[in-house]
């Protein structure tokens, strides 16, 4: 009972605090993304044939399935055994429905999420840079989710996949390159009609997103390259790191801090840390600063 009471009184701090501080803009803003998020479940289902809608509905709700059965048996546990049998089917239930709603809005964010970005690489004005940047995206997306699904699978095959996120890789910085001799290839379809018309402020926005998104791309094609690379032979890296570890490593390289407590061992590995080292300076020195001067320029 004692840790129920702890659990009820801080939910119930926490929603008079936001609620104390929620603005009405927030609130609609909360309410658009709700309905964002509703729009996308049902745009995944629209004018597929049946075997299409069968196959989808599984490989989105299946996993759902499994997280909330995970989130469930994990709140079960926490429960006292001690309780009336009336007592725990109503906090089991709650939690049933609580741990439900709470993947439906995490895993609807992230299609959300997802659509948004392809949305913004579809509209690059550029051929060659919006095609780039989707393959490149495509083979980050699914290479990623292998490695969450499919973590043991993701290691055996590194050969292959060193290939794939190479090819990522090389795609994004062919972008980056020409976007530092060139930053107006970023700019957006532009319409010319009052509905559609794209003013300056929207116009830099997109350009900033787009900027986010690359340097984003490439530091996640970094990290797959490097998870590749650890399973490429044994202690690649030392302290025996896991995929989450990795992705660490990769970051605080590409920030040039560089705590020291995952360093490269193999030849491979030290190989990685140095294109680390050079993509870092290319995109937080050269490519950054040549968005922001064209943004100033326009």
């Known amino acids: 009972m004692v840790r129920i009471a702890f659990l009820l009184s801080t939910l119930l701090a926490i929603i008079v605090v936001t609620y104390k501080r929620i603005s009405q803009k927030q609130f609609q803003s909360g309410k658009k993304l709700i309905k964002d998020i509703n729009n996308q479940y049902k745009q995944l289902f629209k004018e597929r044939t049946s075997s299409f809608k069968i196959g989808q509905s599984i490989i989105i709700l299946l996993p759902q399935g499994f997280l909330v059965f995970a989130i469930v048996i994990g709140v079960f546990r926490l429960l006292p055994e001690d309780m009336g049998n009336s007592y725990n089917i109503i906090l089991k239930s709650l939690s049933i429905i609580m741990a439900f709603v709470f993947m439906y809005f995490v895993v609807g964010y992230l299609l959300l999420s997802i659509s948004r970005v392809y949305k913004y690489l579809y509209k690059i004005e550029d ?42 890789y090389l795609l994004t910085l062919k972008v980056l390159l020409n976007i530092i001799r060139s930053p107006k290839i970023l700019k957006y379809y532009e319409h010319h009609t009052e509905e559609d018309y794209m003013d300056e402020n929207e116009r830099h926005r997109n350009i900033t997103t787009i900027s986010g998104i690359i340097l984003i791309m490439v530091i996640l094609s970094l990290g797959l390259a490097v998870c590749f690379v650890s399973n490429s032979s044994v202690g690649a890296y030392s302290n025996n790191p896991s995929y989450f570890d990795l992705f660490y490593y990769t970051v605080v ?46």
């Open 253 to 298: 390289t590409f920030a040039t801090i560089g705590y020291g407590d995952i360093s490269p061992v193999s030849t491979g590995a030290k190989l990685m840390a140095v294109i680390i080292s050079i993509t870092s300076i290319l995109c937080l020195t050269i490519f950054l600063s040549s968005v922001m001067s064209y943004k100033n320029e326009e």
């Open 127 to 168: 051929k060659n840079t919006k095609t780039d940047l989707l393959i490149s995206y495509f083979i980050i997306s699914m290479y990623m989710t292998i490695l969450i699904i499919f973590p043991e699978q993701f290691g055996e095959n590194y050969k292959i996949g060193l290939i794939g996120v190479g090819i990522s």
